[in-house]
């Protein structure tokens, strides 16, 4: 069973870094990795896909990357901006169409 | 504007009193899917549906039933609520079964007394 696991829990920087959140799965049979914002009580905004014969995809400030033999992720996320706290959390779907969720990274950008 | 909308938003109810959670998506969209969201669990996926009377239980399916008579909706029935099923509960869909990203419903907060 697919398990993912989000590095670190919670994350606390000031404006201006530059910052990585980590996403590890343990079966590396999967369609696609997705990375979303979710702000307190709302709902979860996909901020990138990446499809499993991709490499990285890129939106903004975010970039995603996609190393599906070693089973890890990461989103790069460029010169942070206080309106950027919220918990990342990372999602794998595999060939079960199972979409496996990380717990999250709660991040906090400080003025 | 393509959106998963989701009723209601908000709701208390009391143990066994039967309630259905709508979730409608307009993007025509195959794949449709509900999720519970608790403190320190996560997310953690009830059922899905491939595609108009094809449902899927997933993993945490006691306690609900789904229905996909049409492609653009698919609600979450508690027939029994109990105190357990106290969480925050999101719809979502995609284009396609297993590559289409994934969009998100802004939550429906349910609480069973």
């Known amino acids: 069973k697919q398990e993912v696991t989000q590095i670190p829990a919670a994350l606390s920087v000031p404006e201006g870094e530059n910052l990585v959140l980590n996403c590890s799965f343990t079966d590396s049979a999967i369609y696609n990795l997705q990375w979303f914002r979710q702000d307190p009580g709302k709902g979860l905004t996909s901020l990138l896909l990446?499809?499993?014969?991709?490499r990285e995809q890129t939106s903004g400030r975010l970039n995603a990357s996609l190393d599906k033999s070693s089973g890890r992720s990461t989103l790069y996320i460029a010169a942070s901006q206080p309106g950027d706290s919220a918990t990342y959390l990372c999602a794998v779907r595999d060939n079960n169409n199972d979409m496996r969720f990380g717990a999250g990274t709660r991040l906090t950008v400080k003025p | 504007e393509a959106q998963v909308t989701q009723n209601p938003r908000y709701l208390i109810t009391v143990t066994g009193k039967k309630l259905t959670v709508t979730c409608s998506q307009n993007m025509n969209h195959e794949y449709m899917s509900w999720y519970r969201q608790d403190p320190g669990l996560g997310l953690r996926q009830i059922y899905y549906s491939m595609n108009v009377e094809v449902t899927d239980k997933g993993d945490v399916p006691e306690g609900y039933k789904v229905s996909r008579k049409e492609k653009r909706n698919f609600p979450l029935i508690l027939e029994s609520p109990s105190p357990n099923q106290t969480s925050l509960y999101f719809c979502?869909?995609?284009?396609?079964?297993?590559?289409?990203?994934?969009?998100f419903g802004e939550g429906s907060r349910l609480t069973v007394l």
């Open positions: 990446i499809q499993s014969s991709q």
């Open positions: 979502a869909s995609s284009f396609g079964q297993l590559t289409g990203e994934l969009f």
